[in-house]
């Protein structure tokens, strides 16, 4: 057996008197990639931020190559040769990728000036060893989110780290991505770096994990290889419970001559949509499958008016709409669940209860009178989801910034969810979400197109993606390239293949 790197053991932590972890032991051997893993709110990100000096614990002990340290701050924790990417984004926004990567360690010219060209340099050689096609020079505000995830990783790669903490690295990436991020951790692990990896992904922790580790509840449940384990059993672990619900494949057909709920044609924006033209039905759910950067986002977020279209038109039940702002959106009967949903989807420093008040006041849908809103109904309405998706809290009046990062997900979704809008566009809804609540947030999408509504799906989950539309456009370079019914798409390999261009359907 290899030598232990990390030992952590009966680590406890309490945020304002409430336990979060309890005499959690953790232990990481060198060169091998543990998954951490366990439900929303489990206390994985604590546990690794303790590691990583963001914390401290209130009792417990950190032994590093067998010798205990102290971690009292992020220095000393990279000073232990800890990096980590973490699960809420770190990058500064208005920098450059490259200024992003090497920030603190800049590069400097003769004369001591910050030389931006040759950190580009650097910057373009590390993404490009991962196979990751970014501009250093661009900022990061001008990137979509999954190559800001890309960017994050490459930034704590770049630190020539020994310990490597990957919180939920995959969240916002495409197969492919998610396929050159393992090969560059298995290179990495043959270099004798020891990685730590936290995802909600059953079959990715299958793919590139040696053990596991799952938390439920602040406790140790299990420690063990993933050979001596199951899918099925690792799950049950987590839930602590039998496995997780199976979501039926619809055989939903809509009749193709009634009116659509939404009808798109040639609508283009110069944000990357080009010339789209689709027909949602009233009990359908319609799934976009694109690879990174195929537009997919950018047309949820032009049919909520978010970046309106230049030309093209938008007819919402027969009737030509102008669709120019979210209000207009949101009064079309239309709402989005954002791909970014921590920085467009909630405001992290009020409570649950008054994110989700902010949509119901726009549609007038709380009684409301000018500013006087009627508050047992937005309670009932919170409190309700907050059981429906199991969101971990103690209560509608605690501040979404104090939730985990799948919890704050799940506060954005539940808020739109309960709008009951005609029209719902999803971008990526189950990233970062947990396995037991994962089909929660499916079902409660089919059960609105069931009860008459149109629902329309960008994942990048191809599984999840096949088990919930009735039908699929496929999304290359801002247009729809390709639509397929459920029922002519045998696998997820086929979908895969034509996504990347190898298979063409007939
Ligand atoms: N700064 C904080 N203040 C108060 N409570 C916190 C804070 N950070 C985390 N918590 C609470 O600690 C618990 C564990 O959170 P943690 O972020 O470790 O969960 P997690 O396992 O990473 O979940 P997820 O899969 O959703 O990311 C949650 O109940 C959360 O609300
Ligand atoms: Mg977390």
């Not at 709920?261 to 319609?286: H, W």
Request: hydrophobic residues 40%; negative net charge.
């Amino acid at each position: 057996m290899s030598p232990k790197i990390v030992e952590m053991k009966g680590i406890t932590k309490a945020f304002n008197h409430i336990s979060v972890l309890d005499h959690v032991d953790f232990e990481l051997q060198q060169g091998e990639i543990h998954a951490l893993l366990g439900e929303n709110g489990a206390g994985k990100s604590t546990l690794m931020k303790i590691l990583r000096g963001v914390y401290q614990a209130e009792e417990g002990q950190i032994l590093i190559n067998a010798k205990p340290v102290r971690i009292h701050s992020p220095k000393d924790s990279r000073e232990n040769g800890i990096a980590m990417v973490f699960q809420e984004f770190s990058l500064v926004p208005s920098l450059t990728v490259a200024q992003n990567i090497f920030l603190t360690r800049e590069s400097r010219t003769s004369v001591g000036l910050i030389d931006d060209r040759r950190d580009e340099k650097r910057a373009a050689k590390l993404l490009s060893e991962m196979g990751v096609e970014i501009d250093p020079s661009l900022r990061v505000e001008q990137l979509s989110t999954g190559y800001r995830q890309l960017t994050e990783i490459v930034m704590a790669l770049s630190q020539d780290a020994q310990i490597l903490i990957l919180d939920e690295p995959t969240a916002s990436l495409t197969h492919t991505e998610t396929m050159s991020l393992f090969g560059l951790l298995h290179i990495l692990k043959q270099r004798g770096i020891s990685i730590i990896y936290i995802s909600h992904r059953m079959e990715e922790i299958f793919q590139i994990a040696d053990r596991i580790t799952v938390l439920r509840d602040g406790r140790n449940i299990i420690t063990e290889s993933v050979q001596n384990l199951t899918i099925k059993q690792v799950i049950e672990h987590i839930l602590g419970h039998q496995s997780a619900k199976e979501i039926k494949i619809s055989t939903f057909e809509h009749d193709p001559t009634s009116v659509p709920l939404l009808e798109v044609n040639n609508l283009s924006c110069d944000q990357g949509v080009r010339n789209v033209s689709f027909k949602l039905f009233a009990g359908e759910v319609l799934g976009l499958a694109g690879l990174m950067g195929s537009g997919r986002t950018e047309l949820a977020r032009t049919l909520f008016g978010i970046t309106p279209a230049q030309s093209g038109e938008i007819k919402v039940k027969g009737v030509r709409t102008n669709i120019d702002t979210p209000q207009a959106g949101m009064r079309s009967g239309i709402a989005l669940i954002p791909e970014d949903r921590r920085l467009q989807g909630l405001s992290t420093a009020h409570t649950i209860k008054d994110n989700f008040e902010l949509p119901l006041i726009n549609l007038h849908r709380l009684g409301s009178q000018g500013l006087f809103v009627n508050n047992r109904k937005a309670d009932e309405l919170a409190e309700t989801y907050i059981v429906k998706l199991k969101i971990r809290a103690d209560s509608i009046h605690k501040q979404v910034k104090l939730l985990s990062g799948g919890n704050q997900q799940k506060v954005v979704i539940a808020k739109w969810l309960s709008t009951e809008p005609d029209i719902l566009i999803m971008d990526e809804p189950t990233a970062g979400v947990d396995i037991g609540t994962k089909t929660e947030i499916l079902e409660m999408a089919r059960s609105l197109a069931n009860e008459g509504k149109g629902v329309l799906i960008i994942s990048s989950e191809l599984q999840e993606l096949l088990a919930i539309s009735d039908r699929i456009l496929i999304i290359k370079q801002g247009s729809v390239s390709q639509e397929m019914k459920r029922s002519e798409i045998h696998s997820e390999e086929k979908l895969h293949q034509i996504l990347q261009g190898v298979l063409v359907h007939d």
